[in-house]
Each structure stands twice: as structure tokens, then as C-alpha cells.
């Protein structure tokens, strides 16, 4: 394996990203239908007073259908 050429990747690489694309059908949604991980925690929050929260991926889903209705 050759040398690294952090700045020849950087300038090179390209998104290859649907022109349709909804990044929270494919983070999110699809794993609510799933009984193995609708329950499990899909983020950890924190806030820098120490505050912290999880949330399911059933529950960023409810919250991420709120916000679009």
C-alpha cells in the first residue's frame, strides 16, 4: 500500500447521492417496521450542561413525522 494523499482524496471524491433521496426514510424509517431494532437507540443526545437523552428509532421517526405534518 502506497502513501496517503489526504488533499488528492479530498479534491477527488465525489457524492454519489440520488437525485430523490430522503436520508431520513433510509436512516431512520426503515428500521421502524423492524420489531429486532425499532426499539433500540438510534441517537444519543447531549448537551454541554451535562443533559442527556436517547432516543429510539421508533421515536425519531413519530418526532421526524411531527415536525412534516
Known amino acids: 500500500m502506497g ?3 489526504y488533499w488528492k482524496e479530498y479534491n477527488e471524491w465525489e457524492w454519489n447521492i440520488p437525485e430523490y433521496y430522503n436520508m431520513g426514510q ?3 424509517d426503515k428500521h421502524v417496521n423492524d ?3 425499532k ?3 438510534a441517537l444519543y443526545w447531549e448537551h ?3 443533559e442527556t ?3 429510539t428509532f421508533w421515536e425519531m421517526s413519530t418526532l ?3 415536525m412534516g405534518n
Open 53 to 55: 437523552r436517547k432516543y
Open 64 to 66: 421526524s413525522n411531527k
Open 35 to 37: 420489531p429486532n431494532m
Open 39 to 41: 426499539n433500540k437507540v
Open 26 to 28: 433510509d436512516a431512520v
Open 48 to 50: 454541554e450542561n451535562g
Open 3 to 5: 502513501d496517503f494523499d
